[in-house]
């Protein structure tokens, strides 16, 4: 038998379990959150066709109207179409979230799997640099990597990525202990197998469990940072819209043009607990433990 058939088959053809979609479509939760954000993704990809008006026609006359049949989420202070910045503003924090979060991905798995696999003194340095980063909270070092380069789109990826690095190496370190002891990776071992082979052949297929649940979760989080920093002015830099500079903006005008910080205080929540519960109902089927108690309810 060789090495790669020791490896461990998938879960629902090892056992005969439910496969993992069906336990998802099994829940409504997961299902509504999915829906609705795919609504998000499809209008925040499509936001500059769907968008009626540009998102800086300022139109002074109908400065603060609200929401009409013309004007779906009213007009700010300019007299600009708050429906189309708020499409707009999802476009790119969407974007500035998923790029962020593939760099945290990347480097933290790489730093947490090595560590996890290798152990010893490459286990120790690289896990003393993750728990430096981890001292600091998770915007204040947004804040100063942003303080030190231009305010910006790229810059605000790569502070939100860099804070959200450490979570991702903790994660792939945890599970890549639990899986270097599996009889297959020692196996390899033993056969003189090299240890890149092991960690792209064993090693990261059996940790992906969790880094899809983290991932998930940290898109959440990373939208919310991102709204953060514009609403500090260090994020996405005007005229070009984002929820967190609207907000910003919406603060002088609360008593007199509520839709101006009602919706895009909206788009966040929305985003950010559909990211969540969707986060949720993978852990649910991908974790050994959830996903055996909901195989017992359901065969009841």
């Known amino acids: 038998m060789s090495v ?15 496969p993992a979609w069906r336990l998802l479509l099994a829940n ?5 959150s999915s829906a609705v954000l795919l609504v998000i993704i499809v209008a925040s990809v499509f936001s500059g066709i769907l968008a009626p008006y540009g998102i800086n026609d300022i139109d002074v006359a109908n400065a603060l109207q609200p929401p009409s049949a013309a004007h779906w989420f009213g ?4 007299g600009r179409d708050i429906f189309s910045r708020v499409l707009v ?29 290798r152990g ?13 980063m981890f001292a600091f909270p998770v915007l204040l070092l947004a804040l100063a990597i942003v303080a030190i380069f231009q305010p910006g789109q790229l810059t ?4 939100i990525g860099v804070v959200y690095t450490p979570i991702f190496a903790r994660v792939a370190r945890a599970s890549a202990l639990s899986v270097r002891t599996s009889p ?12 890149w082979w092991i960690l792209f052949r064993h090693v990261l297929p059996n940790i992906s469990g969790p880094i899809v649940v983290q991932t998930s979760l940290s898109l959440a989080f990373a939208i919310l940072s991102e709204a953060a920093l514009s609403f500090l002015g260090l994020g996405i830099q005007p005229p070009a819209p984002s929820w967190g500079g609207m907000l910003f903006t919406a603060q002088g005008f609360l008593g007199q043009a509520w ?26 089927v991908l974790d050994p433990r959830q996903r055996s108690l909901i195989e017992a309810r359901r065969a009841r």
């Open 120 to 132: 010893g003194w490459a286990d120790a340095a690289l896990m003393r640099v993750v728990d430096v």
């Open 28 to 32: 409504p939760v997961t299902v509504t």
């Open 156 to 159: 605000t990826m790569i502070a």
């Open 259 to 284: 839709w101006m910080s009602v919706f895009p205080g909206a788009a966040i929540f929305v985003t950010a607990l559909a990211f969540n519960l969707v986060g949720d109902g993978l852990r649910d």
């Open 184 to 195: 297959f990776v020692q196996v390899s071992q033993t056969m003189g197998t090299p240890g």
């Open 75 to 78: 007009t700010d202070e300019l």
């Open 89 to 117: 503003a999802g476009s790119t924090s969407l974007s500035i979230a998923v790029v962020a979060v593939l760099f945290a991905l990347v480097l933290g798995l790489a730093i947490g799997a090595v560590a996890g696999y």
């Open 4 to 18: 790669d058939q020791l490896s461990s088959p998938t879960p629902a053809a090892a056992s005969g379990r439910t």
